[in-house]
């Protein structure tokens, strides 16, 4: 049976400290890529289900899961899956 990769969208959480005067510093500093990682801090959240491969893109999977009652209603994307592709025989033997 041949091979998938899926990539799903995911929301994770992730911690930061940075020295700054307020929250708006804070922020501003953070943006700006000036705050430090607090290392064991990355908390998945949720499945983002707003992102997704786009409908027109790929109608004929959209309807195929729709029918299959995978996906309840077809909207704007396919929810949460930002591809897939079939792994070439090569890539599963190394």
Same mark, same amino acid.
């Not at 990539?7 to 705050?35: K, M, N, P, S």
């Not at 949720?46 to 027109?56: K, L, M, P, T």
């Given at each position: 049976?041949?091979?998938? &990769?899926?990539?799903?969208? &995911? #929301?994770?959480?992730?911690?930061?400290? +940075?020295?700054?005067?307020?929250?708006?510093?804070?922020?501003?500093?953070?943006?700006?890529? #000036?705050?430090? #990682?607090?290392?064991?801090? $990355?908390?998945? +959240? &949720?499945?983002?289900?707003?992102?997704?491969?786009?409908?027109?893109?790929? @109608?004929? $999977?959209?309807?195929? $899961?729709?029918?299959?009652?995978?996906?309840?209603? #077809?909207? +704007?994307?396919?929810?949460? @899956?930002?591809?897939?592709?079939?792994? &070439?025989?090569?890539?599963?033997?190394?």
């Amino acid at each position: 049976m041949p091979q998938y &990769e899926v990539e799903r969208y &995911e #929301l994770y959480i992730q911690r930061y400290r +940075v020295e700054a005067a307020d929250e708006v510093e804070a922020i501003t500093r953070t943006y700006r890529g #000036l705050a430090d #990682l607090v290392e064991g801090s $990355l908390e998945f +959240v &949720e499945i983002d289900n707003d992102r997704g491969i786009c409908v027109d893109e790929a @109608i004929g $999977l959209a309807n195929e $899961l729709l029918k299959i009652g995978s996906i309840d209603y #077809l909207d +704007v994307v396919i929810p949460a @899956i930002r591809s897939v592709r079939k792994v &070439e025989e090569e890539e599963t033997n190394g």
